[in-house]
């Protein structure tokens, strides 16, 4: 597939280039000859943690050998239970643009219940690191932006959540919630509109109150979940 999109000559303006594990990402950075490489505009990592995986700073590596990532837009997903080495961060000072995009599904003790093994002291320290990294890197276009889950296990707390991070952002818009389908179990359409209302009011007064730019989460998880999160569970 890579490989047949990489004879297409026009495929380097603008490209995007998505690597979803670090089996995946050392195959495909591989597979990319130096001319090719020098081509493509944007770098999309996935999950899990790329900053875990030691082809991410083989990856990076690569690239500023190369000399392009001034050229270069890197975005990629952080649960923030790792960061960046010295050497990692040297490079990724070096891109034209940032785009981090971190994850929590909670607060404190509610964040390391639902994500077994981490640790709120350490994930929220890192968290902090980005912010200072990104404020000073070369490129103002470059953002840290904040998503959770929606589940059953933390609805109930999502004003909690936006209160805690909105302290660290002028704008909330950077913070956005999407409601998990799967597995079934943990959808809040097993919820009833009654019980659910509430606190997506009380998510609303918070943001209201703030006096911020912001989204409309309620909205958002309302819309993605259409008829399903409250399907009939009267």
Same mark, same amino acid.
């Given at each position: 597939?890579?490989?047949?999109?990489?004879?297409?000559?026009? %495929?380097?303006?603008?490209?995007?280039?998505?690597?979803?594990?670090?089996?995946?990402?050392?195959?495909?950075?591989?597979?990319?000859?130096? =001319?090719?490489?020098?081509?493509?505009?944007?770098?999309?990592?996935?999950?899990? *943690?790329?900053?875990?995986?030691?082809?991410?700073?083989?990856?990076?590596?690569?690239?500023?050998?190369?000399?392009?990532?001034?050229?270069?837009?890197?975005?990629?997903?952080? #649960?923030?239970?790792?960061?960046?080495?010295?050497?990692?961060?040297?490079?990724?000072?070096?891109?034209?643009?940032?785009?981090?995009?971190?994850?929590?599904?909670?607060?404190? *003790?509610?964040? =390391?219940?639902?994500?077994?093994?981490?640790?709120?002291?350490?994930?929220?320290?890192?968290?902090?690191?980005?912010?200072?990294?990104?404020?000073?890197?070369?490129?103002? *276009?470059?953002? %840290?932006?904040?998503?959770?889950?929606?589940?059953?296990? #933390? %609805?109930?707390?999502?004003?909690?959540?936006?209160?805690?991070?909105?302290?660290?952002?002028? #704008?909330?818009?950077?913070?956005?919630?999407?409601?998990?389908?799967?597995?079934?179990?943990?959808?809040?359409?097993?919820?009833? *509109?009654?019980?659910?209302?509430?606190?997506?009011?009380?998510?609303?007064?918070?943001?209201?109150?703030?006096?911020?730019?912001?989204? =409309?989460?309620?909205?958002?998880?309302?819309?993605?979940?259409?008829?399903?999160?409250?399907?009939?569970?009267?």
């Amino acid at each position: 597939k890579w490989q047949s999109l990489i004879k297409k000559k026009k %495929v380097f303006k603008n490209s995007k280039v998505y690597w979803n594990n670090p089996s995946d990402l050392r195959k495909k950075s591989n597979s990319y000859t130096d =001319d090719e490489l020098k081509g493509v505009r944007v770098i999309k990592l996935m999950g899990g *943690e790329p900053f875990h995986a030691k082809e991410t700073g083989e990856l990076l590596e690569r690239i500023d050998s190369l000399g392009i990532a001034p050229n270069m837009r890197l975005e990629t997903p952080t #649960n923030c239970s790792t960061f960046p080495t010295l050497r990692q961060q040297e490079i990724l000072s070096k891109f034209e643009q940032l785009g981090i995009g971190t994850s929590f599904d909670g607060v404190r *003790e509610l964040n =390391d219940w639902i994500r077994y093994g981490s640790k709120w002291d350490v994930v929220i320290k890192n968290f902090e690191k980005w912010l200072e990294f990104c404020e000073t890197h070369r490129s103002p *276009e470059t953002t %840290v932006t904040i998503s959770n889950t929606v589940t059953v296990l #933390n %609805v109930n707390r999502l004003a909690e959540f936006y209160r805690f991070f909105g302290q660290y952002f002028s #704008n909330l818009s950077k913070i956005s919630s999407f409601p998990a389908f799967h597995p079934d179990h943990l959808s809040i359409r097993n919820l009833r *509109e009654v019980e659910v209302e509430p606190w997506l009011g009380e998510l609303g007064s918070v943001l209201y109150g703030s006096g911020k730019q912001h989204g =409309d989460p309620m909205a958002d998880i309302r819309a993605r979940a259409e008829s399903r999160i409250m399907s009939g569970n009267d």
